[in-house]
């Protein structure tokens, strides 16, 4: 487990990360969502160990991580450019990660190049942004490390690839209990994969929830009550976290569990009535509204 307790940097006059606290549980796959310059590149160089905290700490499973090896160990960190050395290949690559991570499956490696179609000879900086991007979390994959540290990690994939990397931490996660953590500003890219998401918003955490405990807990509905009395009804009571109408028609986002929610418009006359699912970006639209603040704007462009 990865415990970020009132973490905080700063780089000169400017505050990059403002006394985060997260906690990342093992084998679940960590969304860290936010603008550029929110400060989620730096929270993971942090964690990784690259950067030391002005305040607060970083544990991971109970060691800190700044200066103790057997935390470290247990990381590995991709950044949004990734580092390789001046002219090597990515037999070079593997060669120093077999060193330095004693966990490095080498024969996966050499396997998934071949399946990605990377040519292992080739120089590296002869390779696109994506090429790039694929060796690099190919690389991090078979590290054999318990947590891999994303930095936008999608960003320059075309939709073929993202699927397939997708797909491979799903794979890692169950056989092996890999646990991902993934920053990015785009909140569609991890929507189908994350269990749990936060939301970083000017070096500050605006939002970090379950992504199961939220989908359970806040309801989408529409309906057409037979009379006011009966919508006065339904809603007495209820936490209406938005409400649209269009004619008759009502579209309520409301917080409370399904079967709950259902049973309260069972109870009253309506003409049409629908529970619809929310997708994550509803979910997050919802959420922020609620504390003052319009997603779409921060990370949806």
């Known amino acids: 487990m990865i415990e970020i307790k009132e973490l905080s940097k700063s780089f000169g006059d400017i505050l990059a990360v403002d006394r ?13 969502i936010g603008t ?15 950067l030391k ?7 991971v ?14 990381i590995f960190f991709i950044a949004d ?63 054999g490390t318990e947590y891999l540290l994303c930095d936008e990690t999608f960003d320059g994939l075309d939709p073929v690839m993202r699927q397939g990397i997708k797909s491979i931490f799903a794979n890692e996660m169950e056989s092996r209990g890999l646990t991902p953590v993934i920053a990015s500003h785009n909140l569609r890219e991890l929507e189908d994969i994350c269990d749990h998401v936060g939301l970083l918003h000017k070096g500050g955490v605006l939002l970090s929830k379950d992504l199961e405990d939220m989908k359970c807990n806040i309801q989408k509905i529409q309906c057409v009550f037979r009379t006011s009395e009966d919508a006065g009804k339904a809603l007495e009571g209820m936490e209406v976290m938005k409400r649209e109408e269009r004619g008759s028609l009502h579209t309520l986002t409301v917080r409370g569990g399904r079967e709950e929610t259902i049973a309260r418009f069972a109870a009253v006359d309506t003409v049409f ?6 997708s994550l970006e509803e979910i997050f639209i919802s959420e922020t509204e609620v504390v003052g603040y319009d997603v779409k704007k921060l990370i949806l462009g």
Not at 36 to 50: D, I, P, Q, Y
Not at 53 to 59: K, L, Y
Not at 61 to 74: L, Q, R, S, W, Y
Not at 96 to 124: C, H, Q
């Open 81 to 143: 450019e990734p580092y390789f050395f001046a002219n090597a290949n990515a037999v070079e690559m593997e060669k120093y990660f077999s060193t330095v991570y004693a966990g490095f499956r080498r024969e996966d490696f050499y396997t998934y190049l071949e399946n990605f179609g990377l040519d292992k000879r080739r120089k590296i900086n002869t390779f696109s942004k994506g090429m790039k991007k694929q060796l690099a979390l190919l690389c991090g994959i078979c590290s």
């Open 53 to 59: 905290a002005d305040g607060g700490t970083v544990t």
């Open 273 to 278: 009535f629908e529970a619809l699912p929310l």
């Open 36 to 50: 550029n310059g929110a400060g989620k590149s730096t929270v993971l160089r942090m964690v990784a160990g690259v």
């Open 61 to 74: 499973d109970g060691i800190p991580v700044f200066d103790h090896v057997e935390a470290k160990e247990k």
């Open 20 to 32: 985060v606290s997260v906690t990342v549980k093992e084998n679940t796959l960590f969304g860290l």
